[in-house]
């Protein structure tokens, strides 16, 4: 359907003229020429457009615009060429003024781009609505156990502050969930916040995308790239995993949190970290400390405020909750409303849970595709562990003579590339270290990665 647009124009040879070549480009046309008509077509329509007059016998449009442009943009239209009304109209939201006599073609262009700023405008505030929609529907954090309930007072306590937080816990025992809840709780809480894994990253690239770099910083830096920490500027940045980042970064970062200044690569002026950073991990920090793999001062303003997200098996009353949560929110397969039998419900709560809400949300979406149309899931459909296939053997490592423990591990190693044919995250998963120090260990022991 075409955009309709009402012309308030009280010369009626110009209304009609500006009817005809609007309409003659595919747009649904109203004119009139008094407020009065003008009123009585806003009570019964919503035009996309308004075209008026600054005067007109009844009145004129300067005063009435602030009610206007709330319902649409409006162009304001004057024979009266004078730098004040220009002035006026825009203060008073005027989309654009235009002064007679009009040409056509830039009426045309005004139109359009007033329309396709305004049909912008509306998708940008859908989708702000519709995400706040979702985070005001859906609790950050769902359980009502105890443990989970300490976990809520520190962050109450901690939140309104500007306060480094460590987060720490489990692989999968919702640590980035914690730092959210650190953020909505915040005075930032209306800014960005900005998430960065500090395992998925080259420690060449690292220091890149959290501070930007320079034109001419690197070979490639063809342009100034702004990093994340200005990417969450006035809001939070959220560390993953901190424990894996190396000890010059470390470095870097404690005087991030220290000065509140950084500087972008290959740049030499002190920036503004208007951020609070939020950091997490699922290492010992302590120990890693005391073996001289983390920066001590850094471990020691990072600990001033810490949290601890409990595993799964320290709050199983909370498992019915996301069960229910995890069923009733999955988007991918045909909607079916479905229960958990009690006899499933209670398999779930036993289960220890190794790999924690992670693991709990891809069980129960295993378990919905495997019920298929039954509106029950039962035990019958629930899948503990990752599944092996038969032709999977147990690790046997053979030496000639006693190894060392280095010896041991580059075998092992290789031997995990071999079963997993060179799927990192695999590897990784199953010899508990990160990707990252993956990646180490194969450049160490010279493996080539099986595919």
Same mark, same amino acid.
């Given at each position: 359907?075409?955009?309709?647009?009402?012309?308030?124009?009280?010369?009626?040879?110009?209304?009609?003229?500006?009817?005809?070549?609007?309409?003659?480009?595919?747009?649904?046309?109203?004119?009139?020429?008094?407020?009065?008509?003008? !009123?009585?077509?806003? &009570?019964?329509?919503?035009?996309?457009?308004?075209?008026?007059?600054?005067? *007109?016998?009844?009145?004129?449009?300067?005063?009435?615009?602030?009610?206007?442009?709330? @319902?649409?943009?409006?162009?304001?239209?004057?024979?009266?060429?004078?730098?004040?009304?220009?002035?006026?109209?825009?203060?008073?939201?005027?989309? %654009?003024?235009?002064?007679?006599?009009?040409?056509?073609?830039?009426?045309?262009? !005004?139109?359009?781009?007033?329309? %396709?700023?305004?049909?912008?405008?509306?998708?940008?505030?859908?989708?702000?609505?519709?995400?706040?929609?979702?985070?005001?529907?859906?609790?950050?954090?769902?359980?009502?156990?105890?443990?989970?309930?300490?976990?809520? =007072?520190?962050?109450?306590?901690?939140?309104?502050?500007?306060? +480094?937080?460590?987060?720490?816990? %489990?692989?999968?025992?919702?640590?980035? *969930?914690?730092?959210?809840?650190?953020?909505?709780?915040?005075?930032?809480?209306?800014?960005?916040?900005?998430?960065?894994?500090?395992?998925?990253?080259?420690?060449?690239?690292?220091?890149?995308?959290?501070? /930007?770099?320079?034109?001419?910083?690197? +070979?490639?830096?063809?342009? =100034?790239?702004?990093?994340?920490?200005?990417?969450?500027?006035?809001?939070?940045?959220?560390?993953?995993?901190? /424990? %894996?980042?190396?000890?010059?970064?470390?470095?870097?970062?404690?005087?991030?949190?220290? +000065?509140?200044?950084?500087?972008?690569?290959?740049?030499?002026?002190?920036?503004?970290?208007?951020?609070?950073?939020?950091?997490?991990?699922?290492?010992?920090?302590?120990?890693?400390?005391?073996?001289?793999?983390?920066?001590?001062?850094?471990?020691?303003?990072?600990?001033?405020?810490?949290?601890?997200?409990?595993?799964?098996?320290?709050?199983?009353?909370? !498992?019915?909750?996301?069960? &229910?949560?995890?069923?009733? +929110?999955?988007?991918?397969? @045909?909607?079916?409303?479905?229960? !958990?039998?009690?006899?499933?419900?209670?398999?779930?709560?036993?289960?220890?849970?190794?790999?924690?809400?992670?693991?709990?949300?891809?069980?129960?979406?295993?378990?919905?595709?495997?019920?298929?149309?039954?509106?029950?899931?039962?035990?019958?459909?629930?899948?503990?562990?990752?599944?092996?296939?038969?032709?999977?053997?147990?690790?046997?490592?053979?030496?000639?003579?006693?190894?060392?423990?280095?010896?041991?591990? /580059?075998?092992?190693?290789?031997?995990?590339?071999?079963?997993?044919?060179?799927?990192?995250?695999?590897?990784?998963?199953?010899? /508990?270290?990160? &990707? @990252?120090?993956?990646?180490?260990?194969?450049?160490?022991?010279?493996?080539?990665?099986?595919?």
């Amino acid at each position: 359907m075409s955009q309709s647009i009402l012309v308030v124009e009280d010369d009626e040879l110009l209304n009609q003229l500006i009817a005809r070549y609007l309409t003659g480009a595919g747009y649904q046309v109203t004119g009139v020429r008094r407020w009065a008509e003008a !009123v009585r077509h806003l &009570e019964a329509h919503e035009p996309h457009l308004m075209i008026t007059d600054v005067r *007109l016998p009844d009145g004129d449009s300067l005063s009435r615009l602030p009610q206007l442009i709330e @319902r649409q943009p409006v162009i304001v239209l004057t024979g009266f060429g004078s730098v004040r009304n220009a002035v006026d109209s825009m203060k008073a939201g005027a989309f %654009e003024y235009l002064v007679k006599p009009i040409s056509p073609e830039e009426l045309l262009l !005004v139109v359009q781009r007033a329309l %396709e700023t305004a049909a912008l405008q509306a998708d940008h505030q859908f989708c702000k609505r519709r995400l706040q929609a979702q985070e005001d529907a859906t609790p950050i954090m769902i359980g009502e156990s105890a443990a989970l309930a300490d976990v809520h =007072q520190l962050i109450e306590a901690v939140g309104p502050t500007d306060m +480094t937080v460590l987060v720490q816990g %489990e692989s999968g025992a919702g640590k980035e *969930l914690v730092a959210r809840a650190i953020h909505q709780a915040s005075s930032r809480s209306q800014r960005n916040f900005v998430a960065l894994d500090c395992c998925t990253l080259q420690p060449t690239l690292f220091e890149s995308e959290l501070f /930007g770099h320079e034109r001419g910083a690197f +070979t490639s830096a063809d342009r =100034q790239k702004k990093g994340l920490i200005e990417g969450a500027e006035g809001g939070t940045l959220f560390l993953d995993e901190i /424990g %894996e980042i190396e000890i010059p970064m470390q470095a870097k970062l404690l005087r991030v949190l220290e +000065t509140g200044k950084f500087r972008r690569v290959g740049g030499t002026r002190d920036l503004n970290a208007n951020v609070r950073v939020v950091c997490a991990t699922n290492r010992d920090l302590a120990e890693m400390s005391r073996k001289g793999t983390f920066r001590l001062d850094l471990y020691y303003r990072l600990s001033a405020f810490v949290i601890t997200a409990p595993a799964l098996r320290e709050r199983r009353e909370d !498992v019915p909750h996301l069960v &229910e949560h995890f069923v009733r +929110t999955h988007n991918f397969s @045909r909607r079916m409303s479905k229960d !958990v039998t009690p006899e499933a419900l209670q398999r779930l709560i036993a289960y220890d849970w190794p790999g924690n809400v992670r693991e709990l949300k891809n069980v129960v979406e295993r378990a919905i595709i495997l019920s298929r149309d039954k509106p029950k899931i039962g035990i019958e459909h629930l899948a503990f562990g990752p599944a092996r296939s038969a032709s999977e053997a147990p690790a046997n490592v053979t030496f000639e003579e006693d190894p060392t423990l280095d010896q041991l591990q /580059g075998r092992y190693l290789a031997f995990q590339l071999r079963k997993h044919r060179g799927r990192r995250s695999k590897v990784a998963e199953v010899m /508990g270290i990160s &990707e @990252r120090n993956l990646y180490r260990l194969i450049k160490r022991y010279g493996l080539v990665e099986s595919s």
